[in-house]
């Protein structure tokens, strides 16, 4: 069976910089063989943690209390076994909405209070994040250290940046970096079932290129459906 791989978009714009990054991971990892999925924080309704976990009472457990599509992600996450999160850099942090989403991933991690490991362990993590100015590795290593105090594993190579904002697909080492995001990913979660896979950096100006014209397409196949969908008194 194939790896399953979830791509947590944490941007209001599907391909802004870092949703065309991401795209470019997921599509590196799917080549690598992997199942791939794209889930966008702003497609319904995250609820705000409440910190049952101070209560001391049984709540704080996996799937969360909240019946929202948080709940949703959750269940994604628990099934899947490779996330790459990208996100715009927010005043030097993730965005807000995938900020509510860690907090509600505590309940993956607590299942440790419950005499089980944490659900996040095992799991192999990438990350994309995008701004127009600063903080883009200061937003990366948050993720990381979090993801990795969950109980998650971080390959070599796994934060791909760029500063070229919603021009980040243009930024050749930043697409690179991308593809090896999601090539690295998969390579490490293959070795830790005992399969073959790759763990050091690949330099293809081809497949970049390739991957790259992939997701532009993408992108404008999207803006045209979009275009018809928007009343014309909605377009700015
Ligand atoms: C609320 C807000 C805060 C931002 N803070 C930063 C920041 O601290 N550093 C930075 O480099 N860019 C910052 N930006 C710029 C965005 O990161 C940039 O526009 C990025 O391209 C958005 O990603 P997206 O195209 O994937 O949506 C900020 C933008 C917004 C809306």
Known sequence: MSLKVLGILGSPHPFGGSGMLLRCALEAAQREGAQTKLLSVYQGEI??????????????????????????????INEAQVLIFGTPVYWYAPSGLLKNLIDRMTCLENMVAYGEP????????????????????????????????????VPPWAHAYSRKAKGAIYDDRAVMDAINVGILSVGLAARLKGLPGRLSYLDDPQ??????????????????????????????
Do not use: W
């Open 118 to 153: 944490s659900y996040m362990e095992g799991k192999v993590v990438g990350i994309i994040t995008v701004g127009a100015d600063a903080g883009l590795t200061l937003a990366g290593a948050y993720l990381l250290t979090t993801l990795n105090a969950m109980g998650a594993m």
């Open 207 to 236: 497949l970049l290129e390739e991957i790259r014209q992939k997701i532009l397409a993408q992108k404008e196949a999207f803006e045209k459906e979009d275009g018809k969908t928007k009343a014309p008194e909605s377009r700015p």
């Open 47 to 76: 609820k705000p943690c409440q910190g049952c976990i101070q209560d001391e009472e049984p709540h704080c457990r996996f799937p969360c209390i909240f019946e929202d599509y948080g709940k949703e992600l959750l269940l994604e």
